[in-house]
């Protein structure tokens, strides 16, 4: 499996990116994705996830009603649309495969199995 992020950049703050993660195989449809983000002296966190089945979406208190999840499993991909952007969102972003069964939740780091190689979001104030 190889998951393959793109669409970060640099933006000003208020502004909107659109994240993209296309992955390989044929089992994306099956599996719960999640976004998570490095931010320079921080650790990895959550950003939001979306389950395979009924498409249920979680945030991080941090960037609900400003980000939203999606997938296309015609596509293989999975977006992350970011609008509102503030200077502290700034960060790498991964896109990542939850390990299929896992009992952890969404936004442990611990239930994903696989992850993409990240896409770099700088936002300006």
């Known amino acids: ?42 650790e990895r966190e959550f950003v939001a996830g979306i389950t395979w089945n009924t498409g249920t979406t979680y945030y991080a208190d941090s960037v609900k009603g400003r980000f939203t999840i999606s997938r296309d499993n015609a596509k ?13 969102d700034t960060a790498i972003y991964y896109c990542a495969r939850k390990r299929w069964g896992a009992l952890a939740t969404m936004d442990r780091l611990d239930g994903y199995d696989y992850w993409g190689q990240g896409t770099l979001v700088t936002v300006s104030s």
């Open 1 to 42: 499996v190889q998951l393959q992020a793109c669409g970060g950049g640099l933006v000003q703050a208020g502004g909107s990116l659109r994240l993209s993660c296309a992955a390989s195989g044929r089992t994306f449809r099956s599996y719960d994705m999640g976004w998570f983000r490095l931010a320079p002296g921080k």
């Open 76 to 88: 293989n991909t999975l977006y992350l649309q970011m609008s509102s952007l503030k200077p502290e």
